[in-house]
């Protein structure tokens, strides 16, 4: 196995993503969550990243550890780059899905603490909403697109690589079986065009408003809401690396964070409910900044006025001090 790693690198390859990592050693019924099998499937992958090195020490491994934070640590430890944030899915899924907040920056900040510890501060997240596994977003969240758009906007606000499950940025739904979750990218409205791959046909595409065609143009799209987003991840340092510590508003509905990067730092608050809100920003003995800024809006109805923050429905924006 390392010898095929290594024959990819040298093709230009800069990484693999690494189906259940977990997995090598074990049986399911019985062994699989022993202390002796888990240091022993850390142990293959700690010698794999070894033989990786020999030909390109920067080549990046995510893998596909699917159990707690406490589980995943110790695989950042000289063997992958990241491992998916399952637990960090459902919080998201779980937030929009409600419109009711839960702390991502107090709960991200803790994990990161841990998975920094066991990778010697080399570890980088990988947050993400669904995968080839899962009922697509738009399923989980009952064809929510509100719902969906802020699931989006929150995962990318957030520090670490996020993965976007093909589709998700159109709002594709499907759930189990698997040929259901995988089904073809509509391109066009209408099937059949060359564009588009032929190898099964789809049973949720329905009338063609879930495709490129359908949504490129569209301003409030939500292909174009991942667009904006990610534009801002782009140009935005303090978005798209460093840290992310909690900020407290108080309302349930509102979601919001701190992210730092490089001697820089944003605000972001997320208004996750149907109602406008109205948020009074406020500094304290943990956040000594003060945002006065109103720097990005997926919403041009939001305002800043001193420090009252005026937030329409399913509205993201980014502050800065």
Same mark, same amino acid.
């Given at each position: 196995?390392?010898?095929?790693?290594?024959?990819?690198?040298?093709?230009?390859?800069d990484?693999?993503?690494?189906?259940?990592?977990k997995?090598?050693?074990?049986?399911?019924?019985?062994?699989?969550?022993?202390?002796?099998i888990?240091?022993?499937?850390?142990?293959?992958?700690?010698?794999?990243?070894?033989?990786?090195?020999?030909?390109?020490?920067?080549?990046?491994?995510?893998?596909?550890?699917?159990?707690?934070?406490?589980?995943?640590?110790?695989?950042?430890? #000289?063997?992958? =780059?990241?491992?998916?944030?399952?637990? %960090?899915?459902? +919080? !998201? *899924?779980?937030?929009?899905?409600? @419109?009711?907040?839960q702390?991502?920056?107090?709960?991200?900040s803790?994990?990161?603490?841990?998975?920094?510890?066991?990778?010697?501060?080399?570890?980088?997240?990988?947050?993400?909403?669904?995968?080839?596994?899962?009922?697509?977003?738009?399923?989980a969240?009952?064809?929510?697109?509100?719902?969906?758009?802020?699931?989006?906007?929150?995962?990318?606000?957030?520090?670490?690589?996020?993965?976007?499950?093909?589709?998700?940025?159109?709002?594709?739904?499907?759930?189990?079986?698997d040929?259901?979750?995988?089904?073809?990218?509509p391109?066009?409205?209408?099937?059949?065009s060359?564009?588009?791959?032929?190898?099964?046909?789809?049973?949720?595409?329905?009338?063609?408003?879930?495709?490129?065609?359908? #949504?490129?143009? =569209?301003?409030?799209?939500?292909?174009? %809401?991942?667009? +904006? !987003? *990610?534009?801002?991840?782009?140009? @935005?340092?303090?978005?798209?690396?460093?840290?992310?510590?909690?900020?407290?508003?108080?309302?349930?509905?509102?979601?919001?964070?701190?992210?730092?990067?490089?001697?820089?730092?944003?605000?972001?608050?997320?208004?996750?409910?149907?109602?406008?809100?109205?948020?009074?920003?406020?500094?304290?003995?943990?956040q000594?900044?003060?945002?006065?800024?109103?720097?990005?809006?997926?919403?041009?109805?939001?305002?800043?006025?001193?420090?009252?923050?005026?937030?329409?429905?399913?509205?993201?924006?980014?502050l800065?001090?």
């Amino acid at each position: 196995m390392i010898a095929i790693g290594q024959y990819w690198l040298k093709q230009g390859v800069d990484g693999f993503r690494l189906d259940a990592a977990k997995h090598i050693y074990g049986d399911f019924g019985s062994t699989i969550n022993s202390p002796a099998i888990k240091a022993k499937n850390v142990a293959w992958w700690q010698e794999f990243r070894q033989g990786l090195n020999e030909v390109n020490p920067d080549a990046y491994l995510v893998g596909e550890v699917w159990d707690s934070a406490a589980v995943v640590a110790p695989y950042l430890n #000289e063997a992958l =780059s990241s491992a998916f944030n399952f637990d %960090l899915a459902k +919080q !998201l *899924l779980g937030s929009a899905d409600t @419109e009711n907040s839960q702390d991502i920056g107090f709960t991200l900040s803790r994990i990161h603490d841990l998975f920094s510890r066991s990778s010697a501060g080399k570890f980088m997240d990988a947050p993400f909403l669904s995968n080839h596994d899962q009922p697509r977003t738009m399923t989980a969240l009952n064809g929510n697109e509100n719902h969906a758009r802020m699931a989006a906007a929150m995962l990318l606000t957030l520090p670490g690589r996020p993965f976007i499950y093909y589709g998700e940025e159109l709002g594709m739904t499907g759930t189990k079986p698997d040929e259901r979750i995988r089904e073809p990218f509509p391109w066009k409205i209408k099937p059949g065009s060359p564009e588009e791959t032929t190898w099964e046909a789809s049973q949720y595409r329905g009338d063609g408003t879930v495709s490129v065609e359908a #949504e490129d143009e =569209s301003p409030r799209s939500l292909l174009n %809401l991942y667009r +904006q !987003l *990610l534009s801002w991840r782009a140009s @935005e340092p303090a978005l798209r690396s460093g840290t992310i510590a909690s900020y407290e508003t108080g309302n349930s509905a509102i979601a919001s964070y701190v992210r730092s990067a490089d001697g820089l730092q944003a605000l972001v608050v997320h208004n996750l409910s149907s109602r406008s809100q109205t948020v009074e920003l406020q500094t304290s003995a943990t956040q000594k900044t003060f945002f006065t800024k109103l720097s990005l809006a997926t919403n041009d109805g939001a305002s800043l006025d001193g420090s009252t923050l005026e937030l329409p429905p399913y509205t993201t924006v980014v502050l800065k001090p």
